[in-house]
């Protein structure tokens, strides 16, 4: 059941500023990973992907870094806005099978 | 991006009804579609994997003849909550798996909020 009290990780931000959120993944042998963004009632939007033969990709105003030796992901965004204000999920997956989610990180942008 | 749509949005419903939740991805075919289930503040969990034309593919731990799954045509899985209890109150949220080349990405619905008195 769920634990009462129990928060997700947060990270407050001023609009403006750069964002950084974290992501350690379990499986080493993961080959796909995703960055999904959930506005507070709505489903996960998908917000930039990186193969694992890749460390870096970016897309408009986020960049993804991947670094496998440490099984860790980062999101980075860019001058972040209050509309950038949400829950951030990574997820994982390897080969065919189904995608593994983080616990994820609350972005609060403060204008 | 993709479009994947969820009906309906909210619902409400006494307890020992059966509530069905509809996902249709409205831009692609999706052989495979995903059923998750998520409670407040916390991460998704991955309840079955819906395919076309055959049978369902439940998670540990979730009852099957009580989340009964349906993926009829390419666009469309349901979802149906049997004999809903309070302790199914939550939101359902799909995903439709999408192929383009080589390359797979799971796009999400809006999500299905379901309170049982």
């Known amino acids: 059941g769920e634990s009462v009290g129990l928060h997700l990780p947060t990270l407050s931000v001023q609009e403006g500023d750069n964002s950084i959120i974290n992501c350690a993944y379990s499986n080493s042998a993961s080959d796909y990973f995703i960055w999904y963004k959930q506005e507070s009632g709505k489903g996960p939007q998908f917000i930039i992907d990186i193969r694992s033969n890749m460390d870096k990709r970016q897309g408009q105003r986020v960049t993804v870094l991947l670094n496998k030796t440490v099984k860790h992901l980062s999101l980075q965004i860019a001058a972040t806005q209050p509309g950038d204000s949400a829950v951030y999920f990574c997820?994982?997956?390897?080969?065919?099978?189904?995608?593994?989610f983080g616990k994820g990180t609350m972005l609060l942008v403060s204008p | 991006g993709a479009v994947v749509s969820q009906h309906p949005s909210r619902v409400i419903c006494k307890s020992g009804t059966s509530v069905k939740i509809e996902c249709r991805s409205l831009?692609?075919?999706?052989?495979?579609m995903f059923w998750y289930r998520q409670f407040p503040k916390k991460s998704l969990m991955l309840m079955a994997t819906?395919?076309?034309?055959?049978?369902?593919?439940?998670e540990q731990g979730v009852e099957k003849d009580k989340f009964l799954i349906n993926h009829a045509s390419l666009t469309l899985s349901t979802l149906t909550v049997t004999s809903a209890h309070p302790e199914d109150s939550s939101f359902y949220i799909c995903?439709?798996?999408?192929?383009?080349?080589?390359?797979?990405?799971?796009?999400f619905g809006p999500g299905t909020r379901l309170l049982v008195l």
């Open positions: 819906s395919n076309e034309g055959s049978k369902a593919t439940y």
């Open positions: 995903s439709a798996r999408r192929t383009s080349g080589a390359q797979e990405t799971q796009y």
């Open positions: 997820a994982e997956i390897e080969g065919y099978s189904t995608l593994t």
């Open positions: 831009d692609f075919q999706a052989t495979t």
